[in-house]
């Protein structure tokens, strides 16, 4: 099957917390798993990806995990800022006949209160 | 550089009309891929583009079609518009369609009404 499933849908922290998204996916061939930040009236905005022969990627104060035996991963972000307030997406990749797609996560919107 | 651009940013049609929405990929990419984003719920794969050919097409009825040109862009045209096909319509390019590297344009608002 092809589902990525999404927690929590909505998420509210205050500034300076860390804040923690995970998701969990069906197909045991995905390889590749990219987070999205989308902020109103915008399009997705690629903040980190991870490839399944890693287990961790960091950069800055966003950091993302993968165990490929449970099949999921997660984003953690450090230090949140009011500016890190948005919906975030999870995906990942999926082999369909002939070609890669990405199929996402619901989204779960961060709120980070000063 | 430019990145994905997508037009137009808004759009209002009535039921049964058709529409058309187009994409420019950034320079490079040779593949489009164009995804569904109902409000509050992640984006759906709808179709991918590589070199002019249709690789894959999502769980859409035969009213969504799309091509792309020889420059690489790409429209999708939907037919007989139903209230449910309001949506923001994404655009993302890559370099071949290889399921990463993907950058999304900021879509285009579509409300049937």
């Known amino acids: 099957g092809e589902n990525v499933e999404q927690h929590p849908s909505t998420l509210s922290v205050q500034e300076g917390d860390s804040a923690v998204i995970k998701c969990t996916y069906s197909?045991?061939?995905?390889?590749?798993f990219p987070w999205y930040k989308q902020e109103l009236g915008k399009g997705p905005q690629l903040i980190i990806d991870?490839?399944?022969?890693?287990g961790e990627k960091k950069d800055q104060r966003i950091a993302v995990t993968l165990n490929k035996t449970a099949k999921h991963f997660s984003l953690h972000i450090t230090e949140t800022q009011p500016e890190d307030s948005a919906v975030y997406f999870c995906?990942?990749?999926?082999?369909?006949?002939?070609?890669?797609?990405?199929?996402f996560g619901t989204g779960t919107r961060l709120l980070v209160s000063p | 550089d430019a990145g994905v651009t997508q037009s137009p940013t808004h759009l209002i049609k009535t039921r049964g009309q058709q529409v058309t929405l187009r994409c420019s990929p950034i320079s490079g990419h040779k593949s489009v891929s164009w995804y569904q984003q109902v409000l509050g719920q992640g984006p759906q794969f709808i179709f991918q583009?590589?070199?002019?050919?249709?690789?894959g097409r999502g769980n859409f009825p035969d009213r969504f079609s799309a091509r792309q040109f020889p420059n690489y862009s790409s429209e999708l045209n939907v037919n007989a518009l139903l209230l449910g096909d309001s949506a923001l319509y994404l655009c993302a390019s890559s370099e071949r369609g290889q399921g990463y590297g993907y950058t999304f344009g900021s879509g285009t608002r579509l409300t049937v009404v």
């Open positions: 995906a990942a990749s999926i082999k369909d006949t002939g070609f890669q797609k990405l199929v």
């Open positions: 583009y590589y070199e002019k050919e249709e690789r």
């Open positions: 197909d045991s061939a995905s390889n590749y």
């Open positions: 991870i490839r399944s022969n890693v």
